[in-house]
Structures are given as C-alpha cells and as structure tokens.
C-alpha cells in the first residue's frame, strides 16, 4: 500500500494565475511592495508563508509582525475570493476523477501538500470542483518550508490510513522536485513544453502533461512503487 501525496495548484488546479495575481496585488495594496520578482524558483521557500518571510526580510530588513501577516492574508484571501467568484479556475484535466478513483479502486491513498494557506487551498480547489477537506492535508499553515509541508501531510495521512509502504509525490514545480530529492521521495512531474523538460532535469521519474490518462498515471505509479 502507497501513498500518493498530490501538490494543487498547478497539479491539480488551473489556479497559479489567479494566486500569483492576487498575491502580488495584496503586496503592492498592503505593504506597498512593488517590482516582485514572481520566478518564486528564486526564493528559498516557495510557500506562502515563506515568500512573505523572505520578501518582506528583503524589503524591510526584518521578519513581518503576526498583525501584518494577518492583515496581508485577509486582504490576499479577499482578493483571490473575488476573482474566482468572477472567473472560476478549471481543474487540471482529469484530476477530480483521479482523486476519486484512487482511493476506492486502486491500492493507493491521497494526500494533500500544498505551498498556500490552507484556506486558500479550499477556495482554489472548491472553485475546480473539488474538496480540500476530503484529504489529509497540510498547507502553509503548518510550516515555511515546504519539506516541512509534505512530512506533516505524511504524518497525518498515516494517521488516518496507517502505515504506507512508500511515498509518490506529484507536483508542478521545479520546487516540489527539489523537496522531493531532499526528501528521498520519488517524484512524478506534471507539465509540458519547456516545464516538463526542466522537471526531468530536477529528477522526477517520469512527466505527465495532466492527469488525464489514467492508465499512464497508474502504470508509472506501479513501476515507481516496484522499483
């Protein structure tokens, strides 16, 4: 028995556009930061709570207070609540099915590790027809870095289903694949293009343009569990 442990946005939701929107209009309308840099492949923790850290330590010479800190998610979950009542985000193709296959026909259990807040999870993946709370989980909430992150939803998927074998990740990001090689955790890419490209280069075992085809996704998890 495995567990699958699925990044969102960008790997299960169409949702990175609209976060990396409302994440640099909250800076610019709240902290008056302007000019960011949104290759977040240059940060040292690309989660929510550690973009802010490492922003704000840049701008300010200093760790931003809990006071500021609340005062940007409010107005950043305010922001992303209103976009994706305007335009709702897509799921990536085939991901609520799978998420809903896995579980109930297959050897292998979900759970949930993303960069952004939880509650900014939910709104994303409510949008794309899916549900945060079916799910172990962990979020931005429970850590800055995100192999902190992916150990929690670990933990806490083992909590609720037991023991697993073994641990797949799958993710979007050049981010996720280095965690994973911290780790010592098998990735498996979704992406395309140049993505897919720089993902096999960080090491991931194998990459997928979406979640659509079942029968591939399986066939890499069952050669990535056996090997």
Known sequence: MS??????????????????????RALAEVWDFHGID??????????DAGLL???HETRKGRSPSLAELHAFRDHFLTLLSQMLAENPVAPIPGAPELLNHLPLHTPYRVALATGAWGDSARLKMASAGMRFEDHPAA???D????ESIMQISRQRATERFGAREQVIY?????????????????????????????????GAVAVLPDLSDQARFLEVLHTTVRT
């Not at 949104?38 to 989660?47: A, L, P």
Request: net charge negative; charged share 25%.
């Open 38 to 47: 949104t290759d977040w492949s240059k940060y040292q923790h690309v989660t």
């Open 143 to 146: 850590a800055h870095d995100r």
């Open 3 to 24: 567990l699958i442990i699925f990044d969102i946005d960008g790997t299960l939701t169409q949702s990175v556009q609209a976060d990396d929107i409302c994440f640099v």
């Open 53 to 55: 850290h490492e922003l």
């Open 139 to 141: 979020s931005s909430d």
């Open 170 to 202: 799958i993710g979007d990001g050049v981010w996720d694949a280095r965690a994973c090689r911290a780790l010592g955790w098998p990735f498996l890419g979704i992406g395309s293009g140049a993505r897919a490209t720089r993902l096999q280069a960080e």
